[in-house]
């Protein structure tokens, strides 16, 4: 896609969003349109993170996704970026629901199990995607940007630069959060399992 065919779309999902904030319900089937692709890349990325066994598809979780984005009626929707930030979240929300589900009805079983950083130590077990959640919502009373971040970046697989830019803020400055909340996520989880 051009940077031009981008920007028409991007200017496209504003609008629609704008106009499903004013109460406009058709505009929530050419938004999906609009971002299906978008969303369904986000779910994939969540969902190479699960256990293969997994028994929600990409297709699933963007449904599920969906149905608790369109139903909010509070919200009004700055522009695509917010949208597909929100989705994120919502996507979290629905694994984690989808985890602790399994768990209660398999005892443990169902706990997915996620890697935060494979490639700094390859070797590690991967976490508990409900610990890694609980730990989350901690870093978010503590940093809640740099839980935006990783939110975005790790459940969201959207580049620095995207996650900036939703957090309105520098590139170098998304960098420097990244790496501290990844750092301090690390070490609370690692105090977890011990």
Do not use: C
Request: charged residues 30%; without cysteine.
């Amino acid at each position: 896609m051009s940077s031009a065919e981008e920007s028409a779309t991007r200017s496209e999902a504003t609008r629609m969003l704008v106009a499903l904030s004013n109460g406009d319900g058709t505009a929530s089937e050419r938004l999906l349109e609009i971002l299906y692709q978008e969303l369904l890349r986000q779910a994939d990325h969540y969902l190479r993170q699960e256990r293969k066994d997994h028994t929600l598809q990409p297709t699933a979780l963007v449904h599920e996704a969906w149905l608790r984005l369109v139903d909010q009626s509070r919200v009004e929707w700055q522009n695509r970026d917010h949208f597909l930030g929100v989705a994120a979240q919502a996507m979290r929300r629905v694994l984690v629901d989808h985890a602790r589900g399994k768990k209660r009805l398999k005892r443990g079983a169902g706990w997915a199990r996620v890697e935060l950083e494979p490639e700094l130590d390859p070797g590690r077990p991967a976490l508990d995607f409900v610990e890694l959640d609980l730990a989350l919502e901690e870093l978010r009373g503590i940093a809640p940007r740099q839980a935006t971040i990783v939110e975005q970046r790790y459940f969201g697989g959207l580049s620095v630069e995207d996650a900036a830019r939703i957090a309105g803020i520098s590139v170098s400055t998304a960098e420097r959060e990244w790496r501290v909340a990844r750092a301090w996520l690390l070490a609370r989880l690692q105090k977890g399992m011990d």
